[in-house]
């Protein structure tokens, strides 16, 4: 952990965080309106309020050309 104490895991997701958005994912009627996208699961959880084991909602962090 010393050798990591540099790290910012602040905004991390936990396993569970993920497998909630696959869920929420898998119920969704409209998930062929996604097919063939790249999809960020913190976006996703924004979108359908999923939150992580801790409570917290954890920031997307994408990539926007400008």
Excluded: C, H
């Excluded at 910012?8 to 958005?21: A, H, I, Q, W």
């Excluded at 063939?36 to 699961?41: D, E, R, S, Y």
């Amino acid at each position: 952990m010393a050798a990591a104490a540099f790290l910012d895991l602040s905004n991390s997701e936990s396993p569970e965080f993920t497998g909630r958005v696959i869920a929420a994912l898998a119920r969704d009627p409209e998930l062929m309106e996604r097919s063939g996208k790249v999809l960020v699961a913190a976006a996703l959880a924004k979108e359908y309020g999923i939150l992580d084991i801790d409570g917290r909602q954890p920031e997307p962090l994408t990539w926007t050309s400008s």
